[in-house]
Protein backbone atom coordinates (compact mmCIF):
# COMPACT_ATOMS: atom_id res chain seq x y z
CA UNK A 1 0.00 0.00 0.00
CA UNK A 2 1.50 3.13 -1.57
CA UNK A 3 0.73 6.09 1.13
CA UNK A 4 2.51 8.53 -0.62
CA UNK A 5 2.57 9.15 -4.48
CA UNK A 6 5.03 11.31 -6.31
CA UNK A 7 4.68 12.18 -10.04
CA UNK A 8 5.76 12.69 -12.50
CA UNK A 9 8.35 9.58 -12.41
CA UNK A 10 11.23 11.56 -14.45
CA UNK A 11 11.12 15.70 -15.32
CA UNK A 12 13.53 17.12 -18.05
CA UNK A 13 13.52 21.34 -17.99
CA UNK A 14 15.45 23.58 -19.55
CA UNK A 15 17.84 25.58 -17.78
CA UNK A 16 16.48 28.53 -16.31
CA UNK A 17 12.92 26.91 -16.18
CA UNK A 18 10.83 25.66 -13.15
CA UNK A 19 10.72 22.26 -11.94
CA UNK A 20 7.52 21.30 -10.48
CA UNK A 21 7.10 17.84 -8.70
CA UNK A 22 3.59 16.50 -7.46
CA UNK A 23 2.68 14.57 -4.06
CA UNK A 24 -0.24 13.28 -3.00
CA UNK A 25 -0.85 11.47 0.71
CA UNK A 26 -3.97 9.04 2.14
CA UNK A 27 -3.17 9.10 5.80
CA UNK A 28 -3.98 12.85 7.61
CA UNK A 29 -2.27 11.77 10.33
CA UNK A 30 0.75 13.15 8.49
CA UNK A 31 2.27 16.20 9.66
CA UNK A 32 5.56 16.37 8.34
CA UNK A 33 6.62 16.83 4.49
CA UNK A 34 10.18 16.90 3.55
CA UNK A 35 11.80 16.67 0.12
CA UNK A 36 15.02 14.70 -0.22
CA UNK A 37 17.53 15.12 -2.66
CA UNK A 38 19.49 11.91 -4.35
CA UNK A 39 22.71 12.54 -6.68
CA UNK A 40 23.81 9.53 -8.54
CA UNK A 41 25.99 6.87 -6.26
CA UNK A 42 25.20 8.69 -3.01
CA UNK A 43 22.43 8.93 -0.10
CA UNK A 44 19.61 11.37 -0.21
CA UNK A 45 20.04 14.83 1.94
CA UNK A 46 17.55 16.92 3.18
CA UNK A 47 16.34 19.74 0.96
CA UNK A 48 13.62 21.37 2.23
CA UNK A 49 10.61 20.25 4.75
CA UNK A 50 7.52 21.62 5.63
CA UNK A 51 4.09 21.57 8.83
CA UNK A 52 0.77 21.94 7.72
CA UNK A 53 0.59 25.01 9.59
CA UNK A 54 1.97 26.68 6.60
CA UNK A 55 0.84 26.46 3.06
CA UNK A 56 4.00 27.80 1.48
CA UNK A 57 8.05 27.32 2.86
CA UNK A 58 10.15 28.82 0.54
CA UNK A 59 14.42 28.38 0.89
CA UNK A 60 16.32 29.75 -1.90
CA UNK A 61 15.28 28.68 -5.15
CA UNK A 62 13.56 25.80 -3.46
CA UNK A 63 9.81 26.54 -2.91
CA UNK A 64 7.31 23.96 -1.09
CA UNK A 65 3.58 24.28 -1.84
CA UNK A 66 1.35 22.43 0.66
CA UNK A 67 -2.48 22.11 0.02
CA UNK A 68 -3.95 20.15 3.12
CA UNK A 69 -7.68 20.17 2.05
CA UNK A 70 -6.61 18.08 -0.82
CA UNK A 71 -3.56 16.35 0.65
CA UNK A 72 -0.98 17.52 -1.58
CA UNK A 73 2.17 18.81 -1.88
CA UNK A 74 4.32 19.84 -4.31
CA UNK A 75 8.22 21.05 -4.97
CA UNK A 76 8.78 24.21 -6.95
CA UNK A 77 12.93 24.63 -7.82
CA UNK A 78 12.83 28.39 -9.52
CA UNK A 79 15.74 29.17 -11.77
CA UNK A 80 16.43 25.31 -12.22
CA UNK A 81 20.73 24.50 -13.23
CA UNK A 82 22.35 21.69 -14.58
CA UNK A 83 23.22 21.55 -10.69
CA UNK A 84 19.86 20.80 -9.49
CA UNK A 85 19.76 17.63 -11.86
CA UNK A 86 19.11 14.51 -9.04
CA UNK A 87 16.57 12.66 -8.12
CA UNK A 88 14.21 13.96 -5.36
CA UNK A 89 12.26 12.02 -3.04
CA UNK A 90 9.21 13.28 -1.12
CA UNK A 91 8.38 11.99 2.12
CA UNK A 92 5.56 12.01 5.12
CA UNK A 93 5.33 11.41 8.41
CA UNK A 94 4.01 11.88 11.75
CA UNK A 95 5.55 14.26 14.34
CA UNK A 96 4.27 13.79 17.73
CA UNK A 97 5.72 10.44 18.07
CA UNK A 98 8.85 12.06 18.54
CA UNK A 99 10.57 8.93 16.46
CA UNK A 100 10.94 9.23 12.43
CA UNK A 101 9.39 6.89 10.27
CA UNK A 102 9.00 8.35 6.85
CA UNK A 103 6.87 6.92 4.31
CA UNK A 104 8.46 7.79 0.85
CA UNK A 105 7.24 8.84 -2.76
CA UNK A 106 8.62 6.57 -5.23
CA UNK A 107 11.20 9.11 -6.62
CA UNK A 108 11.31 11.93 -9.90
CA UNK A 109 14.22 11.84 -11.50
CA UNK A 110 15.51 15.28 -12.59
CA UNK A 111 17.48 16.45 -15.80
CA UNK A 112 18.20 20.20 -16.60
CA UNK A 113 19.52 20.70 -19.83
CA UNK A 114 21.54 22.99 -20.22
CA UNK B 1 33.04 15.32 11.14
CA UNK B 2 30.00 13.84 11.89
CA UNK B 3 27.93 11.07 9.57
CA UNK B 4 27.55 8.08 8.55
CA UNK B 5 29.31 5.34 7.24
CA UNK B 6 28.15 2.40 4.96
CA UNK B 7 30.93 -0.29 3.96
CA UNK B 8 31.42 -1.72 1.60
CA UNK B 9 30.58 -0.11 -1.99
CA UNK B 10 30.06 -2.74 -3.57
CA UNK B 11 29.09 -6.06 -2.84
CA UNK B 12 28.83 -8.81 -4.60
CA UNK B 13 26.76 -12.39 -3.37
CA UNK B 14 26.85 -15.49 -4.75
CA UNK B 15 23.65 -17.77 -5.04
CA UNK B 16 23.06 -18.99 -0.88
CA UNK B 17 25.24 -16.92 0.71
CA UNK B 18 24.82 -14.57 3.61
CA UNK B 19 26.21 -10.97 3.31
CA UNK B 20 26.66 -8.60 5.86
CA UNK B 21 26.43 -4.56 5.22
CA UNK B 22 28.15 -2.16 7.76
CA UNK B 23 26.50 0.92 9.08
CA UNK B 24 28.51 3.02 11.49
CA UNK B 25 27.33 6.90 12.81
CA UNK B 26 28.94 9.04 15.05
CA UNK B 27 26.13 11.44 15.45
CA UNK B 28 25.01 10.39 18.67
CA UNK B 29 21.72 9.39 17.27
CA UNK B 30 19.05 7.02 19.06
CA UNK B 31 17.38 5.70 15.67
CA UNK B 32 18.53 4.27 12.56
CA UNK B 33 17.18 1.95 9.48
CA UNK B 34 18.10 0.63 6.72
CA UNK B 35 16.17 1.23 3.47
CA UNK B 36 16.51 -0.93 0.13
CA UNK B 37 16.34 1.30 -3.37
CA UNK B 38 15.02 0.12 -6.67
CA UNK B 39 14.55 1.43 -9.83
CA UNK B 40 10.89 3.28 -9.82
CA UNK B 41 9.91 1.99 -6.17
CA UNK B 42 11.68 4.50 -4.35
CA UNK B 43 13.02 3.61 -0.80
CA UNK B 44 11.14 0.85 1.44
CA UNK B 45 11.68 0.13 4.40
CA UNK B 46 14.02 -2.73 5.94
CA UNK B 47 14.48 -2.43 9.39
CA UNK B 48 14.34 0.17 11.80
CA UNK B 49 16.32 1.01 15.58
CA UNK B 50 15.09 3.01 17.89
CA UNK B 51 17.70 2.31 20.55
CA UNK B 52 20.31 -0.17 21.71
CA UNK B 53 18.97 -3.58 21.74
CA UNK B 54 15.81 -3.44 20.31
CA UNK B 55 14.49 -3.60 16.27
CA UNK B 56 11.68 -3.68 14.63
CA UNK B 57 10.73 -4.96 10.82
CA UNK B 58 9.60 -2.51 8.41
CA UNK B 59 7.80 -3.46 5.03
CA UNK B 60 10.15 -5.71 3.04
CA UNK B 61 12.23 -7.17 6.44
CA UNK B 62 11.46 -11.14 4.48
CA UNK B 63 14.92 -12.51 3.94
CA UNK B 64 16.98 -9.76 5.93
CA UNK B 65 18.14 -9.74 9.38
CA UNK B 66 19.79 -6.93 12.00
CA UNK B 67 21.65 -6.04 15.39
CA UNK B 68 22.03 -3.12 17.21
CA UNK B 69 24.21 -4.08 19.96
CA UNK B 70 26.07 -0.45 19.90
CA UNK B 71 24.13 3.19 19.52
CA UNK B 72 26.77 3.45 16.63
CA UNK B 73 26.02 0.60 14.84
CA UNK B 74 23.84 -1.11 13.19
CA UNK B 75 24.55 -3.89 10.34
CA UNK B 76 22.53 -5.81 8.16
CA UNK B 77 22.59 -9.40 6.92
CA UNK B 78 21.52 -10.07 3.73
CA UNK B 79 20.07 -13.80 3.90
CA UNK B 80 19.88 -16.54 1.38
CA UNK B 81 16.42 -16.40 2.20
CA UNK B 82 16.19 -12.96 0.08
CA UNK B 83 15.55 -13.99 -3.54
CA UNK B 84 15.90 -10.87 -5.03
CA UNK B 85 18.79 -8.88 -2.97
CA UNK B 86 20.24 -7.03 -5.99
CA UNK B 87 19.43 -3.44 -5.09
CA UNK B 88 21.16 -0.10 -3.58
CA UNK B 89 20.93 -0.20 0.40
CA UNK B 90 20.86 2.92 2.67
CA UNK B 91 21.35 3.39 5.90
CA UNK B 92 20.32 6.20 8.14
CA UNK B 93 19.63 7.86 11.27
CA UNK B 94 18.29 10.16 13.29
CA UNK B 95 17.64 11.82 16.78
CA UNK B 96 14.24 11.85 18.48
CA UNK B 97 13.15 15.76 18.02
CA UNK B 98 10.41 17.92 17.34
CA UNK B 99 12.03 20.31 14.75
CA UNK B 100 10.69 20.71 11.55
CA UNK B 101 14.68 21.00 10.09
CA UNK B 102 15.92 17.51 11.09
CA UNK B 103 15.86 14.55 9.30
CA UNK B 104 17.36 11.20 8.29
CA UNK B 105 21.13 11.65 7.47
CA UNK B 106 21.55 8.93 4.96
CA UNK B 107 25.12 7.12 4.22
CA UNK B 108 26.85 6.78 0.70
CA UNK B 109 24.83 3.46 0.41
CA UNK B 110 26.08 -0.19 -0.46
CA UNK B 111 25.25 -1.59 -4.28
CA UNK B 112 24.70 -5.21 -3.36
CA UNK B 113 24.70 -7.45 -7.56
CA UNK B 114 24.12 -10.70 -6.95
CA UNK B 115 26.99 -12.70 -9.28
Known amino acids: QQQVKQSPQSLIVQKGGISIINCAYE??????FPWYQQFPGKGPALLIA?????SEKKEGRFTISFNKSAKQFSLHIMDSQPGDSATYFC?????????????FGTGTRLLVSP | DGGITQSPKYLFRKEGQNVTLSCEQN?????MYWYRQDPGQGLRLIYY???????QKGDIAEGYSVSREKKESFPLTVTSAQKNPTAFYLC??????????????FGSGTRLTVV
Open chain 2, 49 to 55: SQIVNDF
Open chain 1, 27 to 32: NTAFDY
Open chain 2, 92 to 105: ASSIFRNDVDYGYT
Open chain 1, 91 to 103: AADRMNTGFQKLV
Open chain 1, 50 to 54: IRPDV
Open chain 2, 27 to 31: LNHDA
